[in-house]
């Protein structure tokens, strides 16, 4: 009974390599290519590829592209959907939507605005690729850092198929996933996939009862193909809940330094104790350290509610962690000191829904000329909650509601000429958000509401051709015009001064409508040639424009909302092969 065994082994072992081996079609330059033939810094696998190395998720790219990194990142607001995705070092951490990511995602063509919810699970996927470098002149949203473009698999008229797939492992998780394929006529076609995606958290927090890390995803999709003699329509639904207890956080450790109170860490005295070298005699309200709300808490604890010594008064060196038996101190006793558990109080919460549409209409107008309608709708619904300080105290509890739509339109011309020596693109973008983000944050000297309401319209067009003079040596040359308008109006105010100098209602920017606009032209100049058929080297000079925005997270209170610049980023690639 070994032999057959083994032949089914040696059966699934080829192909899976098949799997990993498989040449790839990109269509990083807007057409179907050969990835050996597409003078990109590019890393790209096919759906059986990657299902071929356990990837599941986007975030898991990161273990297999290098100079990228696509993890969870809950940032400020602690939403464990947050994707923090760095291309060679460029990116963006904070899902404020006030700024914009540093890398594009693309689904289908369409870019997605939000970090919250980019951790996608990835079930029906045709390929992936993931461009290096600024994105300046032929994806949707002009980049600075690169981009990760996600095709789907397009429903078939071939044959009925389908798979499905259940799984159990550590820590209770459950995942279903399942897929099919339904050839309605000669011409129609449509697929379904679905997923859900469970397991326990990993870090206990003693203070809710909740398991913090877990996991809790339902998505969906439904496709739509119609395929005439020269034209074809592609329409799809998809839909994102994600139910979670929110990230896995433990306190390791607090930073208790502060400009204002005590910069030089000498040992503390006592309120109207006579001034001595080498000790530092407290000198309220001078020094209150609204600068370090940790200190803030130990500070206030010792001198205002006297609930003990929290500031270690008396120790013979700065000791602002105090009396740690106390429960009113912050410090020590908090830590998890290796242990998987959080004493948070405020309940952890990601709550998502996410759905978005698209059509994509592909008319071949002629051999030679080509023409792309790419229409799309996206929607967020997400609420998150995070207790920042990991312990009983109220320090820095953070609620966020976060409402964002898009609406995008991309037309593309593509076409060759010459023999096929001239091979162009040219097109137009429009893209239409707009977001809702309130933000309450409860410090312990005060209660704020953050955030407002912000929007952006970007209007861009592109151009890009490449020569190819001989069969081995081409010339590509491109450039796009991005005009961004943006609008914020903060909604920000005190909810709860409590006891401070700042009264509840006092508005902590302007409750009136700021706008900035943007524009820039990025260019891309491109040489290869083939050394041999299999080996190429390249040259590029690049730039990627990622526009200004407004500074949405202010405290103390300021007379205008302040404003930050765009980034331009240039890129030169020598030699490449």
Avoid at 127 to 147: D, Y
Avoid at 227 to 241: A, K, M
Avoid at 462 to 486: C, E, H, I
């Amino acid at each position: 009974m070994s032999t057959p065994a083994r032949s089914a082994d040696t059966a699934a072992s080829a192909a899976e390599s098949t799997d990993l081996m498989q040449e790839i079609t990109v269509t990083a330059r807007r057409r179907e290519e050969r990835i050996l033939d597409t003078p990109i810094s590019i890393s790209a696998f096919s759906g059986p590829a990657l299902e071929a190395r356990g990837i599941e998720r986007t975030d898991d790219l990161a273990k297999m592209v290098p100079n990228l990194i696509y993890q969870t990142n809950p940032g400020a607001g602690g939403s464990s959907s947050n994707a923090a995705v760095f291309i060679r070092g460029v990116g963006q951490s904070d899902f404020i939507p006030t700024v914009e990511p540093g890398v594009g995602l693309y689904i289908d063509g369409v870019y997605v605005a939000s970090t919250v919810g980019s951790l996608m699970e990835l079930n029906d996927v045709e390929r992936i690729e993931v461009l290096r470098g600024p994105q300046g002149t032929l994806f949707g949203r002009n980049t600075i850092g690169g981009a990760v473009s996600v095709t789907s698999e397009k429903p078939s008229t071939k044959a009925f198929a389908g798979s499905a797939s259940i799984l159990y492992g550590t820590d209770n998780d459950r995942e279903i996933k399942a897929k099919i394929n339904l050839p309605l006529s000669a011409s129609v076609s449509a697929s379904l996939s679905g997923a859900l995606v469970k397991q326990d958290g990993y870090v206990d927090d003693v203070g809710t009862g909740q398991q913090l890390g877990d996991t809790n995803n339902l998505v969906g999709k439904l496709a739509l193909r119609w395929q005439g003699e020269r034209t074809e329509l592609n329409f799809s639904v998809d839909g994102t809940r994600t139910r979670e207890n929110g990230p896995a956080f433990v306190l390791k450790s607090v930073n208790f330094n502060s400009a204002i109170f005590n910069p030089a860490g000498l040992p503390l005295l006592p309120p109207g104790s006579p001034p001595t070298p080498g000790k530092y005699v407290i000198n309220p309200p001078a020094d209150v350290p609204v600068d370090n709300f940790s200190l803030f808490n130990n500070y206030i604890a010792t001198l205002v509610a006297n609930a003990g010594n929290c500031l270690g008064l008396g120790s013979p060196t700065y000791n602002p962690i105090g009396d740690q038996t106390n429960k009113a101190c912050y410090g020590p006793q908090y830590y998890s000191n290796g242990q998987r558990v959080s004493q948070g109080t405020l309940p952890s919460i990601t709550d998502d829904n996410l759905w978005g549409t698209h059509l994509t209409f592909d008319w071949s107008i002629a051999d030679d000329l080509r023409f792309r309608s790419i229409t799309a709708y996206r929607h967020l619904q997400s609420n998150f909650q995070r207790d920042g300080d990991e312990s009983p105290l109220t320090i820095y509890h953070l609620t966020d509601e976060l409402s964002e739509r898009q609406f995008s339109e991309e037309i593309q011309l593509d076409g060759d000429a010459f023999a096929k020596a001239l091979k162009w693109v040219a097109g137009i973008y429009y893209f239409d958000d707009r977001a809702v983000n309130p933000n309450l944050v409860d410090f312990s000297p005060i209660t704020v509401e953050s955030g407002g309401t912000s929007s952006t319209k970007s209007y861009a067009g592109f151009a890009q051709a490449t020569y190819n003079f001989t069969s081995q040596l081409a010339l590509t040359a491109g450039v796009r015009y991005t005009k961004d308008k943006k609008s914020f109006t903060p909604n920000e105010f005190i909810v709860n001064s409590k006891g401070g100098p700042f009264p509840v209602g006092l508005p902590v920017l302007p409750p009136t409508e700021v706008d900035a606009d943007f524009s820039k032209a990025t260019p891309l100049v491109n040489l290869s040639y083939h050394l041999l058929p299999e080996t190429m080297v390249y040259a590029t000079f690049s730039q990627g424009f990622k526009s200004g925005g407004f500074t949405q997270r202010v405290f103390p209170p300021l007379p205008a909302t302040p404003t930050f610049d765009p980034e331009t980023v240039t890129s030169y690639e020598p030699i490449s092969i």
